[in-house]
């Protein structure tokens, strides 16, 4: 450990005299003068006192070095172990520390602590966590039938859950019955959505011919009366997709036909000999490869993409009719390549061009993709930054809320069902509310929550916490006044039926001192505020509105 200014500080653990009931009474020989307890490796002074040796020298570093039963001149020179007595007092009888719980056993006092290790009445804690504390012997029970985290299965779906989460449990458990909100139909949990999507009579489902362009929306039982009434409509419907399907066809037979004709029968495409450069080496039966690939690129274009000879699969999904012609198409090419590697001709490979046009879309398409997870990221950064600037706002806003509520303020703590699943997984956990004070220049204050778990039930627990203030050297301590705690009925009941505890403070609990520390760690409440089940019962009703739980908080400073 270091100090401040970064030193050294070695931290001595000292031990003073034995504090057990000895049998018979310890005798005064054996009795330390410092701690009056038994002697602890006892010391004996050249003045014939005896001390423990923590215990003298102890004394001697913090005071003069003076006998502290004589007061004459003493050093630590001056003192020797008494081994004799350290002997003696080790076979003395000592009566076992948990004698108050039920152990009898009386034992020397130099097996004490090795007894003690053993003690069947020792009192232990739960090794689940359950902040209980049993004896040893009880141990096992408490394990297997009291603590409140054990494991037990459910006895419906046989799936484990800790003890304390039964009720969490039963309320998402797959086999529990539970009733269709739609049609009122009773069935286990786990079939709910199924019977929903399948078979439910009230549920709201889309026509059977909606993919085609019928928008009809009806419950699940009138849908085959809806079919019967719309059958001449729903035919107009599907003899129009059946025209624009025979529509694709044709159009995509065309274009195939665009793909041979270069090489096939170019006397009947006048318009692109027309277009040739009267100049051009080609031979008068071969299109030119920029015109020729326009037309391509206009032929397939009102389809949203580009075909390659390479890539069938926008073809051969409509018709193998077409994966023939383009074998065909390849097989004349591969003829074509042939002569002109024989012949020594130029002709056009409009496939290679094909490809260099389709490697150039593809490299702006990669450009793009770059831009927009480029621009993608820059939003994300801008969503946090708002993120961060909303939350500090929010806390900014609090704390000036909290600064001028004179004492009347109102905690409102959202997603409550999450926050109680969250507390009751986590017994250790609390939450805290923001500051408030009780006026601008008055006392701070703030609420402390978290839910125990007492009698077979869980509690919603509530303790106000004074805070350091910039008031509090201008302020009377400790504090003193009139605190109100309230969870509000947020319904529609008239009268409300508010739940509320007043209390007064009182000045010698150290949670109304002044704080020392940021917030004082000793609060004044309630352990048993509410039980949850009477809170969760509302739910959707008077305490809990849209998972909203509010508790308002009144401290009324006593006046001086």
Request: aromatic share 8%; net charge negative; glycine share 4%.
């Amino acid at each position: 450990m270091e100090g401040s200014d970064g030193s050294s500080i070695t931290l001595i653990s000292r031990q003073e005299g034995f504090d057990y009931d000895f049998v018979p009474p310890l005798d005064s020989k054996y009795e330390c003068a410092i701690c009056l307890l038994g002697l602890r490796s006892p010391m004996q002074t050249t003045c014939g006192h005896r001390f423990c040796k923590d215990c003298i020298f102890n004394c001697l570093s913090e005071s003069s070095s003076r006998c502290p039963v004589d007061n004459t001149p003493l050093l630590e020179s001056d003192l020797f172990a008494d081994s004799c007595a350290e002997r003696e007092i080790l076979q003395l009888k000592v009566k076992c520390p948990n004698h108050a719980l039920g152990c009898s056993t009386v034992v020397d006092l130099m097996y004490i602590e090795h007894h003690t290790q053993a003690c069947s009445c020792q009192p232990v804690m739960c090794p689940n966590e359950c902040s209980a504390t049993v004896l040893q012997k009880e141990l096992e029970q408490h394990l297997t039938s009291q603590c409140i985290l054990r494991v037990t299965r459910c006895a419906l779906c046989d799936q484990p859950f800790t003890f304390n989460q039964e009720q969490l449990h039963l309320l998402s458990c797959s086999r529990v019955t539970v009733t269709c909100e739609m049609c009122g139909a009773m069935m286990p949990r786990g079939e709910v959505p199924s019977h929903t999507t399948e078979s439910c009579p009230r549920v709201v489902v889309a026509c059977s011919y909606a993919e085609h362009g019928c928008h009809h929306k009806m419950t699940r039982s009138d849908l085959d009366q809806h079919n019967e009434q719309a059958i001449q409509y729903h035919l107009q419907l599907l003899s129009s997709a059946h025209k624009k399907m025979n529509a694709f066809v044709s159009d995509l037979s065309r274009t195939v036909g665009l793909i041979q004709s270069p090489y096939g029968n170019f006397s009947r495409q006048p318009s692109l000999r027309s277009q040739m450069s009267a100049t051009s080496p080609i031979p008068e039966n071969h299109s030119s490869p920029s015109q020729h690939d326009r037309n391509l690129e206009k032929s397939f274009g009102a389809y949203g993409g580009t075909v390659s000879l390479n890539d069938r699969s926008s073809l051969t999904p409509q018709s193998d009719e077409f994966g023939n012609e383009i074998n065909k198409l390849e097989l004349q090419l591969n003829n074509l390549s042939a002569s002109e590697t024989k012949s020594g001709s130029k002709i056009p490979n409009t496939v290679t061009h094909q490809e260099i046009i389709l490697r150039d879309v593809s490299e702006k398409t990669v450009d793009l993709n770059q831009r927009m997870l480029e621009e993608t990221i820059k939003l994300s950064n801008l969503s946090k930054r708002i993120e961060e600037v909303d939350a500090m706002v929010e806390v900014q806003l609090a704390d000036v809320t909290g600064k001028f509520c004179n004492g009347e303020y109102v905690w409102k703590i959202k997603h409550f069902s999450h926050l109680c699943t969250e507390l009751q997984n986590k017994p250790g956990r609390v939450l805290h509310s923001p500051a408030f004070y009780t006026s601008q220049f008055g006392y701070k204050f703030c609420l402390r929550t978290n839910i125990t778990w007492k009698s077979n039930e869980y509690f919603f627990t509530l303790f106000i916490h004074s805070m350091q203030g910039e008031n509090d050297d201008f302020l009377e301590w400790p504090f003193s006044g009139e605190i109100t705690l309230s969870i509000l009925d947020c319904g529609p009941n008239v009268p409300k039926k508010h739940i509320t505890e007043s209390m007064v403070s009182k000045p010698d609990l150290q949670a109304f001192q002044r704080p020392v520390v940021s917030r004082n760690p000793k609060g004044f409440g309630y352990t048993e505020f509410v039980p949850l089940a009477k809170l969760l019962k509302s739910q959707g009703g008077s305490y809990i509105n849209s998972d909203v739980l509010c508790i308002r908080a009144v401290v009324s400073p006593k006046a001086p």
